[in-house]
C-alpha cells in the first residue's frame, strides 16, 4: 500500500508556529513515528506553500497511490483548482487538519475541497494523519456514500 501526504502552506512551521494550537513537534519528527507505526506501508511525503506545486503534485500521484492525506492549510478556504484537482483523479482524498477549524475564526469554518474528497478529519492534533491512515488502510471509505446518494436515500426513506 502506498499513502501520499501532502501539506499545504506554513506545515513547514509545525513545532515553531503557534504551538498552542499546532503543538511543539514538528511534522518530520511525527512523520518519522507514522512511517514506524505503519512500516507496512510507503508513505511518501510532500509539502508547499504554493497552491500550484500541491495541484501538481495531486495530479502526478492521483492515479497512482492507494490514498491521499491531504492538509492543504490556508488554502482550503479559498481554493476552487485543488477541489477541481482532487475530483480529476482516482485516488481517495482524505482532508485532515490537526486543529478543529470550526472552534476557530469564522472564515476557516468554509471548505472548498471537503465536497471532493471521501473524507474529512480534523481537532485530533497530528493524530488526525494517523486517523486518516487507519481510514485508507482498513479501506473504509468504500462503505460511504457521496453526498447525492446520502440525500437519496434520506428523501426515500419515509
Known amino acids: 500500500?502506498?499513502?501520499?501526504?501532502?501539506?499545504?502552506?506554513?506545515i513547514n512551521l509545525l513545532g515553531k508556529r503557534e504551538?498552542?494550537?499546532?503543538g511543539s513537534v514538528t511534522f518530520e519528527d511525527y512523520l518519522a513515528e507514522l512511517r514506524k507505526k505503519y512500516a507496512d506501508v510507503q508513505i511518501d511525503y510532500f509539502q508547499s506553500n504554493i497552491?500550484?506545486?500541491?495541484?501538481d503534485k495531486i495530479q502526478q500521484v492521483g492515479f497512482d497511490v492507494d490514498g491521499i492525506i491531504l492538509n492543504a492549510g490556508?488554502?482550503?478556504?479559498?481554493?476552487?483548482a485543488l477541489q477541481d484537482a482532487i475530483r480529476s483523479v482516482t485516488s481517495p482524498v482524505i482532508e485532515v487538519h490537526i486543529s478543529n477549524v470550526h472552534?476557530?475564526?469564522?472564515?476557516?469554518?468554509?471548505?472548498?475541497?471537503?465536497?471532493?474528497?471521501?473524507?474529512v478529519i480534523l481537532g485530533f492534533g497530528l493524530n488526525s494523519y494517523r486517523l486518516a491512515m487507519e481510514a485508507l488502510k482498513e479501506a473504509l471509505f468504500t462503505d460511504f456514500v457521496s453526498r447525492?446518494?446520502?440525500?437519496?436515500?434520506l428523501e426515500g426513506a419515509d
Open 1 to 10: 500500500m502506498r499513502i501520499q501526504i501532502i501539506n499545504g502552506p506554513n
Open 19 to 22: 504551538p498552542s494550537i499546532y
Open 51 to 55: 497552491e500550484g506545486e500541491l495541484i
Open 74 to 80: 490556508a488554502y482550503t478556504h479559498t481554493s476552487i
Open 103 to 119: 472552534a476557530r475564526e469564522a472564515f476557516r469554518h468554509v471548505s472548498m475541497i471537503s465536497c471532493a474528497c471521501k473524507g
Open 148 to 153: 447525492e446518494e446520502f440525500i437519496s436515500l
